[in-house]
């Protein structure tokens, strides 16, 4: 066996020694030995040597490190018989399986996804320098998040047809935390102040859950620059970082940061000149001065003003204008001179506007929203109000435009609109408890975007132990090409009110409506419907169980009445978007009146306002008040009980029993009033320590009350008052509301309820 194997090799290396006495040949012809997976092609690209040439011997390192450095050969040997060239690989194996585990701190994902990058990942060639490397490369990204004492160990193991299974093990053990973090050279500010400007913290009783008492490089790096901008936005011009250190003790579980400053002078502003191609008045653009002389500098409020002027000649269609504020230090009294030198450039028209991510809207239904138009100046604002108008259809989840400049010119740019649409159909309802009753359900379904139409579809069933309703309803928001809007319904319900603890009868009822909208601005908007319906009122036989006042009104007006009414109403709407927005005002004025030739006359008035402010980051501020009156007219004395007003519940009043709240009838049963007045602050915030944009929380303040001015005076102090928290989240179904709330003020009677939750409401 032994004497055949030195045979096979003196028969392969004697090509070799006639061709190292021979020094050079030409090759006419190149075999490849020992190929699995790599396509010969793929050698014959990667050779240096090509069939016709000469080929010397001096040459075969040349050749061997050429394929060397492909990574797909483990060993390569030249040969030759004749004059042809052979060249002998062996591949290197595959990866077949590549596993990860013990890992917590960093997603299984995200490292899949890192090792990837780096040439490690299933199918791939396996290089046992790259997984060395990796390893390392993993240590330093556990590093990057303070896990000193990490240890990754990895294992190859052999698997058929040429293949390797890779298993990294990682053993992160625990996270160093932050004992401590030194601040050196403030003077002007406590040490407690400038640690507040920190992400990262010493363990206290919340580290457990926002992880900030772990050292994390990023978070570091970010302080930094949080702790940069604190000082030169209080007039420390010449701020320095001077040095950093990072104190690891040798069991590795303790950090301990250390940060020297050099504050420097504190500068204030001595005056604000403008110069360049102004364009525009220079009062216009001393009208974003947010500063007076002698205040202190600010580099955040220098940025501020630098971005209102580059919006104010973004508005006249400077959409590439620049605006660059110079500050000159006079050493001598502290003091700064600011320049803002304008370069407005050439004013800039749109080609063309382009839509996508729109797999179901039409691109009809989002181009009638746009304010900014095609051939026109590509103006700041209405590039704004255009995405603001497509957040307000509540098609989409994300609007992002582009202003991309055209090829071969310096005044075109073409605007390209990347939408993420958001499912337009819900599943709506509502679900509560009482005491009483136990939960409570109702159930329909609505289409805001039907077929990508824009149009609204919705069949309304909801069923419970106390109602029946159906209703089917259309809205075309684009009537006529001008944004007419019109819409219809028809419907019917069945309700007893005695089962949801109103005074004691049940109402029938059916009819229908026909509405229209009518732009008045791009914010503005008049609305008028006309409707009939047709009302029945039963009560009990028994006498002592129907109300006096329930029994009064029958007596004057019968039990049954056919309503014609006429409905108009102002809205204003500048939200910025119309699902969770941040920013903007919701407002409408409206009235109902019925027709003289109904059977019982009435009106109604109602007034709504949501005020959203963003105050910091991601807190926002919420106002909502809303008022509503009714009165009867032309020989209807009042008006109709089952016209009334209620409060109470996760729709008006919370920490309250829905409808609860109000005049009583003469069995002790809510029968509610003729005026009803509610408000509420919020503040409105994401979820605490998660990033979920589907989902936010608020604290609140509620108050209101209804009213019979009829019976009594309006009492401002007999108003109710609550307070909680509220947790809204955008499921697929549509958007739930949770609320836990407690009532800051409330008479014996009142019927309190501390949990509440809805689907399908308005927020």
């Not at 191609?277 to 940025?303: H, M, N, Q, V, W």
């Not at 008006?652 to 009838?665: A, C, E, I």
């Amino acid at each position: 066996m032994l004497f055949k194997k030195i045979i096979g090799i003196f028969l392969l290396c004697m090509p070799l020694m006639l061709w190292a006495q021979s020094g050079s040949f030409k090759v006419d012809e190149i075999k490849v030995e020992g190929l699995q997976r790599v396509d010969v092609g793929t050698v014959y690209n990667d050779l240096p040597i090509k069939v016709g040439d000469t080929f010397f011997l001096s040459e075969s390192g040349e050749v061997i490190r050429a394929l060397f450095q492909t990574g797909y050969y483990s060993d390569v040997k030249l040969a030759r018989d004749g004059n042809t060239l052979i060249v002998i690989v062996a591949e290197r194996p595959t990866i077949g399986s590549l596993n990860i585990s013990g890992n917590k701190a960093i997603k299984t994902k995200d490292l899949l996804e890192g090792l990837r990058s780096a040439g490690l990942a299933d199918g791939l060639t396996y290089v046992p320098a790259v997984l060395d490397q990796v390893q390392q490369e993993l240590e330093q990204q556990y590093y990057a998040f303070g896990q000193y004492s990490i240890k990754i160990t990895t294992d190859v193991s052999q698997l058929p047809r040429n293949r390797v299974a890779i298993d990294i093990h990682i053993e992160e053990g625990k996270p160093a935390k932050i004992r401590n973090i030194n601040i050196v050279g403030n003077n002007s500010f406590s040490t407690r102040r400038v640690l507040k400007q920190f992400t990262l913290s010493t363990p206290s009783y919340m580290t457990w859950l926002t992880k900030n008492d772990q050292y994390s490089k990023q978070k570091f790096a970010g302080d930094l620059e949080n702790l940069t901008s604190f000082y030169l936005d209080r007039g420390f011009l010449n701020f320095e970082i001077d040095s950093t250190q990072v104190s690891i003790v040798p069991t590795l579980q303790d950090v301990y940061l250390t940060v020297n400053i050099k504050e420097g002078k504190q500068y204030t502003v001595s005056g604000v000149q403008f110069a360049g191609e102004l364009i525009l008045p220079e009062e216009k653009y001393r009208e974003a001065l947010i500063f007076k002389e002698g205040e202190l500098f600010s580099r955040k409020d220098i940025t501020v003003m630098q971005e209102i002027m580059v919006n104010m000649l973004g508005n006249e269609g400077y959409a590439f204008a620049e605006v660059n504020p110079v500050p000159v230090v006079n050493e001598d009294d502290n003091t700064v001179v600011i320049t803002f030198y304008i370069n407005p450039k050439k004013q800039v028209y749109v080609r063309e506007i382009n839509f996508t991510g729109n797999y179901l809207s039409k691109d009809e239904i989002m181009r009638r929203e746009m304010t900014q138009l095609e051939g026109g100046l590509a103006q700041t604002n209405k590039i704004r109000r255009s995405r603001n108008n497509l957040y307000l259809l509540g098609y989409f989840k994300n609007v992002n435009i582009e202003t991309v400049p055209v090829p071969g010119t310096d005044d075109q740019v073409d605007l390209e609109i990347d939408v993420e649409e958001t499912l337009s159909g819900q599943l709506t309802g509502g679900v509560g408890y009482s005491q009483v009753d136990g939960f409570l359900f109702n159930v329909g379904v609505r289409q805001d975007n039907f077929l990508g139409t824009g149009n609204l579809v919705d069949f309304l069933f909801n069923r419970s132990s106390s109602y029946t309703s159906y209703r089917i309803g259309y809205d075309n928001p684009y009537y006529t090409p001008d944004g007419v809007s019109r819409g219809f319904d028809v419907f019917y319900s069945k309700t007893d009110l005695a089962k949801v603890d109103i005074s004691n009868y049940t109402r029938d009822v059916y009819g229908g409506n026909v509405a229209y909208g009518i732009p008045l601005s791009e914010v503005d908007r008049l609305n008028i419907s006309s409707g009939y319906q047709h009302i029945d009122i039963n009560t009990s036989n028994d006498p002592l169980d129907v109300s006096e006042q329930v029994k009064d009104f029958l007596e004057e007006n019968g039990d049954s009445y056919d309503i014609y009414q006429l409905t108009a109403g102002w809205s204003r709407n500048t939200l910025d978007r119309a699902v969770f927005p941040t920013k903007g005002l919701s407002q409408s004025i409206s009235g109902l009146i019925t027709a003289p030739f109904s059977e019982l006359n009435y009106y109604k008035l109602f007034s709504q306002t949501r005020l959203y402010t963003p105050i910091k980051d991601d807190l926002v501020f919420l106002l909502r008040l809303s008022g509503a009156y009714g009165e009867g007219y032309a020989g209807t004395d009042c008006l109709p009980f089952f016209e009334n007003f209620y409060a109470g519940g996760s729709g008006s009043l919370r920490g309250f029993r829905d409808n609860s709240l109000g005049p009583k009838d003469s069995l002790g049963d809510p029968i509610g009033g003729n005026l009803r007045l509610l408000g509420s602050i919020e503040f409105l915030f994401p979820l605490p320590y998660l990033e979920i944009d589907s989902i936010r929380t608020s604290v609140f303040i509620d108050g209101g009350n209804v009213y019979n001015t009829n019976e009594e005076s309006v009492d401002l102090a007999s108003l109710r008052y609550s307070t909680g928290v509220s947790v809204q989240w955008l499921s697929p179904l549509g958007p739930f509301v949770f609320s836990l709330a407690t009532p800051l003020r409330k008479e014996s009677d009142d019927e309190t309820q501390v949990f509440q939750f809805n689907i399908g409401s308005v927020f």
